[in-house]
């Protein structure tokens, strides 16, 4: 099942009645922004896990404990 010119043009018309030239013209700008903005978070991402890593070697107590603080340490501060 291969699609060829007519079924193509038939598509583009539809295409174009739907979105209007306009915004299909802006859509190569848009789409190029949106990849690079991507792109540019997952390096970020990256380059965060690869210095946390090369830093320390270990990895941070704090950051990586899910448990809310205790409560003592709640009632010694409000002890002093």
């Not at 990586?64 to 002093?80: C, G, H, L, Y």
């Amino acid at each position: 099942m291969s699609f060829g010119i007519t079924e193509l043009l038939i598509v583009l018309a539809i295409v174009i009645i739907i979105f209007g030239a306009k915004r299909i013209k802006n859509l190569g700008p848009d789409l190029g922004s949106a990849i690079k903005g991507f792109r540019s978070a997952l390096s970020d991402n990256n380059d965060e896990a690869n210095r946390g890593a090369d830093s320390s070697g270990a990895v941070d107590e704090e950051s990586v404990s899910s448990e809310p603080e205790s409560d003592d340490t709640a009632k010694q501060d409000a002890n002093v």
